[in-house]
């Protein structure tokens, strides 16, 4: 029945503070469980064979396991690969066009082949093979990613340095974002990796992460620029004063980081749907030391399959996940013993439009983190995995467990193993903040902490509206979100419950909402006026504040669903 209710399996509260309670549920509780779908299954390898070109230092090599040789019915003789080095076109700040960070070049074929192989000096590189005097075509492409150390030769020198002097080394900072995924989904379609981080002593899950805003442009560049996200909609920074503005100019934060020495890294597994490129241009100039777009572009160009929406799930044997994860690990393989390692790696391809397409996620992010947590980076790397929001849409959302998932990404810190007993107290205010309401903004500020090496005594430095506290320090119990930034929209601190949609106050309310929309479209004649149809659903909320000496809970009533008879008026 369109006015059912169901009762929550609640489990209590994940946060549970005079100014903020969120409520805590079984992920998969009966009024959301027909909205959660069968785990998507898909196996970029499914043949399970190791890849036909593989990499040694900077060199590609063909693997001779015969084997695989015959699987791909090819001898050593009659073999012709070529290796193509791929280059990014570079263009002037004060002269570019519109696809300047969509353009790239191939070199001409470099052949090996009988054992050879090619020392590549770029930092991608296609491979395509093919059978001697075969018109079927290649047999096999793949793209190389490569760190060369050229271009950071002056950072180097300065870390070596600091060695020399034995100053305080600076930890590594990775930033590992996936796209549209909520804590509980983590939970429903990530269990093991779920499970692997929540038994490291070393980890903090922060259950209260609360975004600030809609999508990803509004919750990410809080994180790494530390503006409002209202700026960011309404074209107020610099650096997006037109929609078709290039972002050299954001104050990202791995500029600070690169100041300071650092080796950055830049990687997104969607070209299409990239941070700064979504219906934007980008870059003029690479905005990292390591700019994997040129690679990703080609990966999906030539070895994506098969199509998920506008993106692929696999950039050949690989998923494109796993492709990040590969590069986060060969940055720091490469890189980290060196100088230190700020990457921002982003994965949207699986979880951007639905939840139960996460699930091939689970064991390649089981996978790297084992890998990671069981390498020496473990021991000077501080990593962030985390989210934007949960899912945007979909018709989980038209229940209230889907609106409340949907504002509370995920978002965990890994630690050295060494962290909790060099600075205790930090490490006690970490704890704490597991259960108190936090958000983009805190981490912003953690981030200054760490650029300045601030793990035994915050600096308390604010974004630069005064938002945010560095989650080294303890958040108090009185934040509320309209003290942080967080509008009242996005709220997770909220209790509620579902009323009766034949309640007085839920008539009025709908016909206020009404009333409200004809107003707004009444400039607009080719929009006809809306009459109430049906109230399909609503929930009464109480918001806790904390004034003074008491907390007042100020009642407001949410129509959540209403149906019109009118048709709709697409032209506003």
Request: glycine share 4%; proline share 5%; with cysteine.
């Amino acid at each position: 029945m369109p006015n059912a209710i169901h009762d929550l399996k609640r489990l209590g509260y994940l946060i549970d503070t005079p100014a903020c309670r969120m409520l805590e549920y079984d992920p998969f509780d009966a009024s959301i469980k027909k909205f959660i779908g069968e785990p998507l299954e898909m196996d970029c390898n499914s043949d399970k064979l190791s890849p036909f070109t593989y990499t040694e230092g900077f060199r590609i090599k063909i693997n001779d396991d015969p084997k695989l040789l015959q699987h791909y019915n090819v001898s050593l003789d009659s073999l012709a690969c070529c290796v193509h080095e791929v280059t990014r076109v570079s263009q002037n700040l004060t002269n570019f066009d519109e696809s300047c960070d969509n353009k790239y070049t191939t070199s001409e074929c470099y052949a090996i082949c009988n054992g050879a192989s090619k020392e590549v000096a770029t930092d991608g590189a296609l491979v395509v093979c093919s059978r001697n005097e075969s018109k079927s075509g290649p047999f096999y492409k793949n793209v190389h990613y490569f760190f060369h150390e050229d271009k950071i030769r002056d950072k180097i020198a300065r870390h070596m340095e600091r060695i020399k002097s034995h100053e305080t080394l600076p930890l590594n900072f990775i930033l590992m974002g996936v796209d549209s995924t909520s804590r509980q989904n983590i939970r429903r379609f990530l269990p093991e990796t779920f499970k692997f981080l929540s038994d490291d002593p070393s980890s903090m899950d922060f259950m209260g992460y609360n975004k600030v805003a809609d999508n990803t442009d509004v919750n990410i560049s809080p994180v790494i620029m530390g503006n409002r996200a209202e700026d960011l909609m309404r074209f107020k920074l610099e650096c997006y004063k037109k929609q078709k503005s290039n972002h050299d100019s954001c104050p990202l934060i791995w500029k600070n980081f690169s100041a300071r020495g650092y080796a950055t890294v830049y990687a997104e597994d969607a070209p299409s749907m990239g941070l700064f490129h979504f219906n934007k241009i980008g870059f003029v100039q690479p905005p990292a030391d390591f700019y994997a777009r040129p690679y990703m572009l080609l990966s999906e160009k030539e070895i994506g399959n098969p199509k998920a929406n506008n993106n692929h799930y696999c950039y050949g044997l690989q998923s494109t996940t796993e492709v990040v994860y590969e590069q986060i690990l060969r940055a720091l393989n490469n890189l980290s013993d060196k100088v230190p390692v700020f990457g921002y790696f982003w994965s949207a391809t699986y979880t951007h439009d639905s939840n139960r397409e996460a699930a091939p996620l689970d064991y390649p992010t089981l996978r790297f983190l084992k890998q990671f947590t069981q390498s020496s980076h473990r021991n000077n790397t501080i990593l962030l995995f985390f989210s934007d929001h949960g899912l945007r849409f979909g018709d989980i959302r038209s229940t209230y467990l889907g609106a409340l998932e949907e504002r509370l990404p995920f978002a965990t810190l890994l630690f050295p193993p060494w962290f909790k007993d060099e600075f205790p107290e930090t490490w006690r205010n970490l704890l704490v903040n597991q259960r108190r309401l936090t958000n983009n903004y805190d981490i912003h500020c953690t981030l200054l902490d760490i650029l300045h090496g601030a793990y035994n005594t915050s600096l308390n430095l604010k974004t630069p509206y005064g938002l945010g506290q560095s989650l080294f320090l303890e958040i108090p119990t009185n934040r509320t979100c309209e003290s942080i930034g967080i509008p009242w929209h996005y709220c997770a601190c909220q209790s509620s419950s579902p009323t009766s949609i034949g309640a007085s106050e839920v008539q009025q309310a709908a016909a206020i909402l009404t009333q409200t929309i004809n107003k707004l479209i009444e400039n607009y004649p080719v929009c006809a006026p809306l009459t109430l149809k049906e109230i399909i659903s609503a929930r009464e909320y109480q918001n806790h504040q904390n004034f003074g000496q008491g907390t007042v809970k100020k009642k407001i009533w949410k129509v959540e669903d209403i149906h019109s008879d009118n048709r709709d008026c697409t032209s506003i």
